[in-house]
């Protein structure tokens, strides 16, 4: 709902600021379970980006980083949806991968909605999710936006220099239009960020059970283990 988050936490503030300083997420690798992603975007564009967040000299993405190892990189499936364009991943968009294992019928196929992707592309009635929290992760710097034809000026993630590694967990599936996710797909890719070497996991993804302790609890506590920094929302129904 607003493009000025940096200036709200003070990550730009002009001396003290966590951007003056050079914390922009250099290097780190943030695995974002979600939706898909467009990863056309040009918030994931492998392009020079400022050094200091949103000022300083432009600078290109170096290689991947030496502890980071995973290479899918799943687009493409034109025959299930003809806007599934193959996407090459570069040094910004890491990697991305799908799981879809949880919505299969007897016979193994996907029972998803009307639009979907059967790849780690943002697509269906679910769309812009994935992408969204991925951008507010690590958009790049300064990336021009516009709202229904309409200029916004700029925005950035809050780790403008830090590099994506997507994990597509949730769908669009006709009981559900809005999106689900199946924790056989979510344990799937939290064991995959890990083998992959992510830094953070980021879900933006609200549990309403009071359980604690399933499959993905166990997983999630498996990357912490791993020293892996986990951000997940505590609930997504209110305090």
């Known amino acids: 709902d607003t493009s000025v988050t ?4 003070g990550l730009n503030r002009r001396f003290s600021g966590p951007w003056r300083r050079g914390i922009t997420g250099e290097d780190v690798v943030i695995g974002v379970l979600d939706g898909g992603i467009w990863p056309e975007h040009p918030c994931f564009a492998d392009v020079p980006t400022p050094r200091r967040g949103d000022r300083g000299r432009k ?4 290689d991947t980083p030496e502890s980071f190892s995973g290479t899918a990189c799943e687009f493409g499936d034109t025959d299930f949806n003809a806007e599934d364009l193959p996407f ?29 992707c059967l790849s780690a592309r943002d697509c269906g009635p679910f769309g812009d999710h994935g992408t969204n929290v991925a951008g507010t992760a690590a958009c ?5 936006a516009e709202l229904n034809g309409e200029s916004e000026g700029t925005i950035s993630g809050m780790a403008p220099r830090a ?5 597509k967990v949730c769908w669009s599936i006709p009981t559900a239009p809005t999106g ?16 992959d070497g992510v830094d953070v996991m980021n879900l933006s993804l609200g549990m309403d059970s009071p359980i604690i302790g399933d499959a993905f609890d166990v997983a999630l506590l498996n990357a912490t283990a791993a020293g892996i920094y986990v ?6 129904s209110g305090p």
């Open 88 to 116: 090459s991943c570069n040094n910004k968009l890491l990697s991305a991968s799908f799981y879809v294992d949880g919505f299969r019928d007897a016979d193994g196929n996907p029972v998803l909605s009307d639009g979907e």
């Open 231 to 236: 951000a997940t929302s505590a609930g997504n």
């Open 6 to 9: 940096p200036e709200f936490l």
């Open 163 to 167: 590099r994506i590694s997507h994990y």
């Open 180 to 195: 689900t996710c199946s924790n056989v797909d979510l344990v799937a890719a939290v064991e995959q960020g890990i083998s």
């Open 59 to 62: 600078i290109p993405y170096g």
């Open 140 to 144: 790049n710097g300064n990336t021009p």
